[in-house]
């Protein structure tokens, strides 16, 4: 099969990009800016550096300034409800809860949905004093118990031998505390170790063998050494506990926002600002698939197949049966989608993901819209993609469908330009401006 790379387009497009044009004359598309240099709203190292944000690095989440900013401007927000329907590692509604706000967050993660959880967790004093005599336990404990492995063969090789069993030790340790508080703080520490100490990291839609692994050589070096990192993350937990104790905590649900309804938490919606998975073909469940077996969040392989169905349809990995077909864009499913299909593309699936991620994004618009306060404010993060040589303006396309359900556009905001890695994006010549990263700011009247 060819790659994405040698594919010539078989027939003109130019309609596609005509629409574009057209979209863009009635849409306010606000350069903030093009250079593909400049910081995007989505900010891992920003969020690296504030209490409580720090506890897990989610290279896909928000910069808090970014959600602050958002909901500081124009938004009436009083005592209405903040949502985040795509929440990974929480920060819209961790940061609503900063400002005093009521914050709720949706994924179908249990990996993410954990993590949002426990950064949100509020202790006592006497809670806090426990949770630091848990600490000084683990320190002088021997870690003689030891958790058995996943049973995913592909993840135990991601590990030196030595370095698989001091996790397990670690995992052992925290699996006997009864306090479900500091229990789930060890085992986010736990997380946090999983890709420092793996002889792979994170790279693309996988991993990647890592070329500077330093290699520990004994049993006690590997516990010695994951000792002191976890120790020092729950260290740095009590202390972002203890300084940000005013704060009203938010709400996870471990749950897809699609759907026939949402739930009746969502009601008395000011503000939504989020970022759905962008249409790439990244699949959360591969990329975390270490953290996702090593904290037993999954067991089985039915597992993976489950979150991946239950996701946005922004990846080739499931066989989605055809749902929310009323609620899509047009020009996805009768220009691009054909266009794809014709392509002769990595995966054949291509064509339809795309139809299915704007039906799946109509379907959240249509059900949210009762939900929303009137003058309610929406923020949708989004990337656009490029396939088989042509620029897909998911910002352009998801303020078209969000004015198809009723919403009013107030502009889309360009934040950077991205650069695919397909030579063919040389040749898109004016239209490669549609490459970029945007936020559509939506408004229910
Ligand atoms: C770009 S990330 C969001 C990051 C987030 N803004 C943050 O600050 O951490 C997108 C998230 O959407 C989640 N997701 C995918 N399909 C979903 C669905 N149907 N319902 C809810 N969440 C979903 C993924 O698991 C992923 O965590």
């Not at 040589?389 to 905001?413: F, P």
Request: glycine fraction near 6%; aromatic fraction near 12%; charged fraction near 25%.
């Amino acid at each position: 099969m060819l790659s994405e790379n040698d594919v010539e387009p078989l027939f003109d497009i130019s309609a596609l990009y005509r629409h574009y044009a057209a979209l863009e004359q009635s849409i306010q598309v606000n350069e903030q800016s093009t250079k593909t240099t400049y910081r995007s709203p989505v900010n891992f190292i920003e969020s690296m550096q504030k209490p409580r944000h720090r506890w897990f690095p989610y290279k896909e989440g928000f910069s808090p300034s970014f959600v602050e900013d958002f909901l500081t401007a124009g938004v009436s927000i009083k005592d209405g409800l903040i949502l985040d329907p795509f929440s990974g590692s929480g920060t819209t509604a961790l940061v609503a809860g900063e400002k005093g706000l009521r914050g709720l967050g949706y994924d179908v993660s249990p990996l993410t949905d954990f993590v949002a959880r426990t950064k949100a967790v509020t202790m006592s004093a006497a809670e806090l004093n426990d949770f630091k005599s848990h600490l000084e336990g683990f320190a002088k404990s021997a870690l003689d118990k030891r958790a058995p492995t996943p049973d995913n063969e592909t993840v135990n090789r991601y590990f030196e031998p030595v370095v698989l069993d001091a996790l397990m030790r670690v995992k052992g340790y925290y699996l006997q505390i009864d306090c479900p508080k500091a229990k789930s703080l060890f085992k986010l520490a736990f997380l946090t170790a999983i890709e420092p100490f793996s002889t792979h990291r994170k790279a693309g839609n996988g991993v990647k063998k890592k070329t500077n692994y330093s290699f520990l050589e004994s049993s006690q070096d590997s516990i010695r050494v994951l000792k002191n990192f976890i120790l020092e993350k729950l260290e740095m937990f009590a202390l972002d506990i203890e300084q940000t104790s005013r704060f009203s905590p938010p709400k996870f649900l471990q749950q897809s926002c699609l759907g026939s309804a949402l739930p009746s938490e969502v009601e008395d919606v000011s503000a939504v600002l989020t970022s759905p998975p962008y249409a790439n073909c990244f699949d959360y469940s591969k990329i975390y698939m270490s953290e996702l077996w090593m904290g037993d969040f999954f067991s089985s392989k039915m597992d993976q197949k489950n979150f991946r169905e239950a996701s946005v349809r922004s990846h080739v990995h499931a066989t989605w049966s055809d749902r929310y077909t009323e609620f899509g864009v047009p020009v996805v499913d009768d220009i691009i989608r054909p266009y794809i299909e014709t392509q002769k593309l990595w995966s054949p699936r291509i064509g339809s993901m795309l139809s299915g991620y704007f039906a799946d994004l109509g379907n959240l618009l249509t059900n949210l819209k009762p939900r929303l306060r009137s003058n309610a404010k929406l923020g949708f993060v989004v990337g656009n993609s490029f396939y088989g040589g042509v620029a897909i303006a998911t910002d352009l396309l998801l303020a078209e469908l969000g004015r198809s359900k009723g919403y009013v556009v107030e502009e889309v905001r360009v934040y950077r330009g991205i650069i695919p890695s397909s030579q063919q994006y040389q040749k898109l010549g004016n239209n490669r401006k549609y490459m970029r990263e945007s936020m559509v700011v939506l408004r229910r009247l």
